[in-house]
C-alpha cells in the first residue's frame, strides 16, 4: 500500500511540473524520465557506498523483485511518469 502512495505523490508532483519541462514529444518525455532515473540510481549508489557504507550486496538487494525490493517497480513509474501526467494533462 505504501508503495501505491509513493507512485501516487511521483505523479502528483510531476504532473504540477510537466508543463515547465517544455517537452513537446513522447521521446523528449520519456528522455526526461530516463535522465530521472540516472540520477535517482546515481543518488541511492552515492548515498549506500559511500554515506552509509553498504555492501553493493545490500544496495542491489532493493532491486530484486523477486525478493521483496520494490525499487525497480518505483524507477519504472519515476521513468514514465513525465508521459503518464501529460497525457493526462492532454499536452502530447
Same mark, same amino acid.
Given at each position: 500500500?505504501?508503495? @501505491?502512495? /509513493?507512485?501516487?505523490?511521483v505523479? &502528483? $508532483?510531476?504532473?504540477?511540473?510537466?508543463?515547465?519541462? +517544455?517537452?513537446?514529444? @513522447?521521446?523528449? !518525455?520519456? %528522455?526526461? %524520465? @530516463?535522465?530521472?532515473? %540516472? !540520477? =535517482?540510481?546515481? &543518488?541511492? $549508489?552515492?548515498? %549506500?557506498? /559511500?554515506? &552509509?557504507?553498504?555492501?553493493?550486496?545490500? @544496495? /542491489?538487494?532493493?532491486?530484486d523483485v523477486? +525478493?521483496?525490493?520494490? /525499487?525497480? $517497480?518505483?524507477?519504472l513509474?519515476?521513468?514514465?511518469?513525465?508521459? $503518464? =501526467?501529460?497525457?493526462?494533462?492532454?499536452?502530447?
Amino acid at each position: 500500500m505504501y508503495l @501505491i502512495y /509513493l507512485e501516487t505523490a511521483v505523479l &502528483f $508532483i510531476v504532473a504540477l511540473f510537466v508543463r515547465w519541462l +517544455h517537452a513537446v514529444n @513522447i521521446s523528449q !518525455l520519456l %528522455g526526461v %524520465g @530516463i535522465l530521472w532515473l %540516472g !540520477l =535517482t540510481v546515481t &543518488f541511492e $549508489i552515492v548515498l %549506500g557506498r /559511500l554515506v &552509509f557504507q553498504y555492501s553493493w550486496e545490500r @544496495i /542491489l538487494s532493493d532491486y530484486d523483485v523477486l +525478493h521483496g525490493g520494490l /525499487l525497480p $517497480i518505483g524507477l519504472l513509474v519515476l521513468v514514465l511518469a513525465p508521459l $503518464i =501526467t501529460a497525457k493526462i494533462r492532454k499536452t502530447v
